[in-house]
């Protein structure tokens, strides 16, 4: 997740990730991502879509 710098280039937070039906409440920068998370982002609208876009395409 650190790799990501979503705070940094976003202003937007991940704030939380869900997967397999267990929250991990406030990831830290070594959290790894798999396919099929859930992410809960925190921002306004064009910051998160920023950061849908940063997930999907790096």
Known sequence: MGDARV???TSASIVA???SGQVFAS???D???SAGDIVVVVGGE???AEVADILANG
């Open 17 to 19: 990730v869900v997967r």
């Open 46 to 48: 064009e910051s998160t």
């Open 31 to 33: 959290f790894p991502f």
């Open 7 to 9: 705070r940094t280039r």
């Open 27 to 29: 990831p830290g920068p």
